[in-house]
């Protein structure tokens, strides 16, 4: 049955990739995807990680009612760690809502979705957990329609971790390794179609292969596989826990040519006793001596972490650790936020909590102080010679020649104005960095694209 549905996603790049996904499947089956006025189905793909993005979800909901009291057949479906963790929940509260799935049942969405848009007036839960990895359909859309022709690939589902504060294993499951064939097919299938920059993405790409799933291939050995590739032009992974990177990883990142210089390294804090009750299972001198030796390998390497400020017991002290090992590393940029208690991790029960103004005022802090050294790192580019690979049209445009926003190979935004017509999406161009703005970069065209 031709349906039109929009898919509203939150959270991380696995919901991206996820959603992205689902697209494809649902296109494949003949369904379109449309703006959110016209749309017969609605899709939230939903995070749970703090609590703002929890209630973005009831909030978009809310929206979402007026176009199902509009007409009955039209439905939605709620995905992600919201729903697994609200579950049934959601159809108690939202009677339009007709399918609820978690991150492990996302495998069986499409088909529920047929069923329901059939006409079938079941309410589906698709929550159980599985032990193993579950291949997804491959549907024969492109894997990257929108031509920037860079692409996500899973190679794992889940965590097991159980750090304090967070809820991403009882949302997502224990870890499940995909096998490395599946991997590699689905990465030559991708470089086939005309994609240059894959992502692997894992909860915990360096603990790949740790599980039952695990076929004795390592992370490392999965990396350089997918490096080998050809036409591969570059290849990144997100997101690595400090406790499980090998040697081998570090390594590689002056060995593989098309390994991208930048890696994202979550710290969380930078006081030992505050790591320790984050069961983290490292300290500050192993973080500093993987960031020694990744400087090692790959003396341009851009690192980039996540932080939490006020976590229950953090003292003065204890943060301005988390200051000193910020500046003493010299992350280029960093994703941080106050710390919000979530249903079921153990640092629900942990005191003292620090109170909601002063976290805010250490978030602010730490907030300024990264985006001084930001500052410094991206100005300290100027001059630098490097290609940007175009992901489409600059918001800002001035004068007659178009600007084209790209990423070089670190990742960071470079902006590149080419006065010649034509689509450079997907294309790489020779730039050197003549400015540096607050949180990007502005490239001078040196050479052909290509």
Known sequence: MHMKFHITTFGCQMNVHDSQWLTRALESRGWEETGEDDAQVYILNTCSVRDKPEQKVYSELGRVAAHCKRDESVF??????????????????????????????????????????????ERVALLDFVTLYEERERPETPAAPDNTRQAFVNIMQGCDNFCAYCIVPYTRGRQKSRTPDAILDE???????????ITLLGQNVNSFGLDKGGT????????????????????????????DIAGEVI????????????????????????????????????????????????PDISLTTDLIVGFPGETEEDFKETLR??????????????????????????EPKVPAEEAAERLL??????????????KNLVGVETDAFIEGLSRMQEGDALSWKGRDPAGRIVNVS??????????????????????SLVGERTGEPW
């Open 325 to 350: 090992m910020v500046e003493l590393v010299g992350f280029e940029s960093s994703f941080s936020f106050k710390y919000s208690d979530r249903p079921g991790v153990a640092a629900v029960n942990m």
């Open 216 to 243: 004795g291939v390592s992370f490392a050995q999965l990396l350089r596989a997918v490096a080998a590739i050809p036409g591969l032009d570059r290849l990144r992974f997100t997101t690595s826990h400090p406790k």
């Open 76 to 121: 939605a479906a709620v995905g992600g760690c919201v729903a697994q963790q609200v579950g049934r929940g959601f159809f108690e509260r939202f009677p339009f809502v007709r399918l609820v799935f978690g991150s492990d049942g996302i495998a069986g969405a499409p088909n529920a979705l047929e069923r329901i848009a059939a006409g079938s007036d």
């Open 418 to 439: 080419v006065a010649e017509s034509g689509d450079l999406v997907g294309r790489m161009v020779p730039v050197r960095i003549v400015e540096a703005k607050k949180h």
């Open 365 to 378: 802090r730490l907030q300024t102080l990264q985006n001084n050294i930001t500052r410094k790192c991206l």
């Open 187 to 197: 990465c030559r299938s991708l470089v086939d179609n005309g994609v240059r920059e």
């Open 251 to 298: 390594r590689a990142f002056g060995e593989l040519e098309n390994l991208c210089p930048s890696l994202h390294l979550p710290m969380q804090a930078g006081s030992d006793r505050v790591l320790k009750a984050m069961r983290r299972k490292y300290d500050m001198k192993r973080y500093l001596e993987i960031v020694d030796g990744l400087k090692a390998a790959r």
